[in-house]
């Protein structure tokens, strides 16, 4: 699942692409992807406006238009593919064999956008100001926002009863972790997944402060190198194994001690961590 770093390396790449261009109009494949919205409705929210900037908070991706706003969050496996026109596009996306899956696309003068998530987990949605934009709104301090400090960390863990990485998770406190990066963070800071979080210490909140920032800044480094590369619709990032001291490691030696990294379901969820250095 795209977390911060992903998504980010997204809006790198995909914002020289889009940026100044206006929308021709919306093409729809599958309307399951702009979910309550119609096709309709945000047909009508972007056709002709044009894309002043790209950016990202938490996991989501944003369009800003001249007037409104595009919405976007991959979930599990969305992408996005770029298409040279509306003529490539449509012989691609409705081809009878080996048709490439698209939801929607923006046609732009300059080429389009396709959102694609097989799984149709996915969204894409518009909205007619920013302020209108409920999900935009719920979110809580980027991870990659100056305003993300060691002491606001420390503030808002000891208002949370919650085990450390479910407080983490949780956007409307910190917004881009998910649960590759939140086991990552555990590990580097030495920290319980299981601790709750309103028992950290002041210590211990700027170790994790700074363990969250560095494992999300060297995974995006990761992700740029190669960066997304849209025209490729089978493009998906590459070489993150190699960073990952954790996540998707049961068995395997810790990197620290050489005992075994454990996966335990936590709320739901896989947590990967090392029972004898995060204690
Ligand atoms: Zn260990």
């Excluded at 790198?12 to 021709?24: D, E, K, N, S």
């Excluded at 119609?38 to 894309?51: C, I, K, Q, W």
């Excluded at 770029?82 to 696309?105: C, M, N, P, R, Y």
Aim: aromatic share 10%.
């Amino acid at each position: 699942m795209p977390e911060l770093p992903e998504v980010e390396a997204v809006a790198r790449a995909l914002r020289p692409l889009v940026r100044g261009q206006r929308i021709r109009c919306l093409h729809v494949f599958h309307a399951i992807a702009c979910k309550p919205q119609s096709p309709a409705d945000v047909a009508r929210l972007v056709e002709g406006r044009r894309v002043a900037e790209v950016f990202r908070r938490g996991k989501y991706l944003f369009l800003r238009l001249d007037r409104g706003l595009v919405e976007m969050h991959f979930r599990f496996d969305g992408q996005l593919i770029w298409f040279s026109g509306a003529k490539e596009l449509l012989a691609k996306a409705t081809a009878e064999a080996d048709s490439i899956h698209v939801d929607l696309a923006l046609e732009f003068g300059t080429g389009a956008m396709g959102f694609a998530d097989q799984r149709h987990f996915g969204r894409l949605h518009a909205w007619e100001t920013e302020a209108a934009c409920e999900p935009l709104h719920r979110l809580g301090v980027d991870a990659f926002d100056r305003a993300f400090t060691a002491v606001l960390l420390h503030e808002r863990a000891s208002a949370s009863k919650r085990p450390l990485k479910e407080f983490l998770l949780d956007q409307s406190r910190i917004a881009g972790i998910g649960n590759i990066y939140s086991s990552e963070a555990l590990w580097h800071a030495r920290l319980n997944p299981w601790q709750p979080a309103n028992s950290l210490g002041r210590r211990e909140s700027a170790r994790l402060h700074k363990a969250i920032v560095y494992v999300l800044r060297r995974a995006l480094e990761c992700c740029q190198d190669p960066p997304p590369d849209f025209r490729d619709p089978k493009w998906w990032f590459q070489g993150l194994e190699a960073i990952l001291r954790a996540y998707q490691r049961e068995g395997l030696p810790c990197r620290r001690c050489r005992r075994p990294i454990q996966r335990v379901e936590q709320g739901g969820r896989s947590t990967y961590f090392c029972r004898h250095c995060q204690k």
